[in-house]
């Protein structure tokens, strides 16, 4: 019968029928069902919570404050170099088309195997997108990066005679590289004057009131003009280092910050700690109320 073989539902009680018997057991089993997708559900919706997003200043502060602020981040990061593995420009370009979307921890952990397999621009571009996906497919867009490295080392072998060009509309003309990519290979591989805007640059550019620019380029006109051509290289590392070490996206940790007391981000991010705190004490003491008549009846 039905619902028999179930396990801890097998007994049947004194006078229950098997269409009683049945009926409960699929009941139960409806219960569980419905308690699990409830659960399942309240765990989604928590996840799936936004994270209240700390607002930019969107103010500039006056450039004193700021070339103060990056002299403080040259300070605290003097010896600020990318964290990609390359011993080549051509590996640096391919590890920085794989660091799109993905840690550079994990660029630092597929390219060794992808560079064995293909040390040179001519045997990337020999090879099968598949075996390229397999190699770095712990990588986010795998098999875009896959395809954008195979068709840019094709492109470096056809155009370029196998070596990555040092000029700027060269590279930006590769599969798979943009301005950033490309800035990032000018600075590190070349020592161009180059300032690369990622997300973590963008983020604290905008933090510390270095720019209200709604653009990569545009954070990158502000901030550059902002110092001599001889540091730009090295001021993207220091944004860059900072605003994974310190100035995270969604837990910026002002109290270690170097640039603390003059950063016009740092009342904003603790007025927001003041008030996500508050309603949390809010809401204890709005308990202990609802309690205190009941215990009060007691008495
Ligand atoms: S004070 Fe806070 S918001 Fe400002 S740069 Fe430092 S960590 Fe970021």
Known sequence: MPGESRAGYRHRRAGETTADHDKIVDLTFALHRSRFIGRLRAAIERKMTPVAVIPFPNRKVSK????????????????????????????????????????DARVNLTTPALFAAYPTPKALAAARSSDVERLIQSCGFF????????????????????????????????????????????????????FAVDTHVFRVAHRLGLTVGTTPLAVERDVTALLPESQWRFAHHWLILHGRAICKAQRPLCDRCPVQQICPSAPIVAKMRAGRANPGAA???????????AKASKG
């Open 64 to 103: 004193t404050i700021a070339k103060k602020e990056l002299g403080l981040l040259e300070e605290a990061y003097p010896h600020a170099v990318t964290a990609l593995t390359y011993r080549n420009p051509f590996e640096l370009l391919v590890a920085v088309i794989l660091s799109a979307q993905c840690t």
């Open 143 to 194: 098999r875009t990066k896959a395809k954008n490295i195979i068709a840019a080392a094709r492109a470096l072998v056809e155009t370029h005679a196998g070596r990555v060009p040092e000029a700027r509309e060269d590279l930006e003309a590769l599969p798979g590289v943009g301005r950033k990519t490309a800035s990032v290979v000018l600075s590190v591989a070349f020592g161009e004057a180059a």
């Open 283 to 293: 809401g204890a003491e709005a308990r202990r109320r609802s309690r205190a008549p």
